[in-house]
T-cell receptor
């Protein structure tokens, strides 16, 4: 069982550059979540999908952030342009059902924007 | 607005002791309360969860106590072990499904020998 796979594990970029974070959920899971973790704000839900459809994106900070889920096995979180305050650990999580149950987290992507 | 307040921020316990972490929530619509454990460099993992129709849930050395009237819930780790050293997050959600989890700020637990 591979678990949730995220790539890259670490990303260092310069302000203004585009950043794309990738997530492969656990096979057969129908819900996918993107979280951001910082010391100041803790763990925050950015967006979640059910059956590849975005359900709630109210946590997305601003228009610079966008997320897609083109199929059941792949999702991306894109930041364009990136800013230093976007530096954080970004987690992807998946869940078997669409209305409850345990969320399984990936190992995270540590993003540093210089 | 922080909807789930967690304390303490850090905790040091001797091996074999009891670790207690507390959380308080504001939104009375919350009806699912999980605890997550996170080791350095890893994502959070579900430890134990409770719904408000029970006041206590126990799984091995881990127990959640829930006080609906006070809007508080706590995690008790009995016989704490060095391997329990991690960051613990409480969370809450509404709608019964645990969709939009609101997390506490985390407690860094260290269990000393």
């Amino acid at each position: 069982d591979a678990g949730v796979i995220q790539s890259p594990r670490h990303e260092v970029t310069e302000m203004g550059q585009e950043v794309t974070l990738r997530c492969k959920p656990i096979s057969g899971h129908n819900s996918l979540f993107w979280y951001r973790q910082t010391m100041m704000r803790g763990l925050e839900l950015l967006i979640y999908f059910n059956n590849n459809v975005p359900i709630d994106d109210s946590g997305m900070p601003e228009d610079r952030f966008s997320a897609k889920m083109p199929n059941a096995s792949f999702s991306t979180l894109k930041i364009q342009p990136s800013e230093p305050r976007d530096s954080a650990v970004y987690f992807c999580a998946s869940r078997p059902g669409t209305s409850g149950g345990e969320q399984f987290f990936g190992p995270g992507t540590r993003l540093t924007v210089l | 607005q922080q909807q789930v307040k967690q304390s303490p921020q850090s905790l040091i316990v001797q091996k074999g002791g009891i670790s207690i972490i507390n959380c308080a929530y504001e939104n009375t619509a919350f009806d699912y309360f999980p605890w997550y454990q996170q080791f350095p460099g890893k994502g959070p993992a579900l430890l134990i969860a409770i719904r408000p129709d029970v006041s206590e849930k126990k799984e091995g050395r881990f127990t959640i106590s829930f006080n609906k009237s006070a809007k508080q819930f706590s995690l008790h780790i009995m016989d704490s072990q060095p391997g329990d050293s991690a960051t613990y997050f409480c969370a809450a959600s509404k709608g019964g499904g645990g969709n939009k989890l609101t997390f506490g700020t985390g407690t860094q637990l260290k269990v000393e020998l």
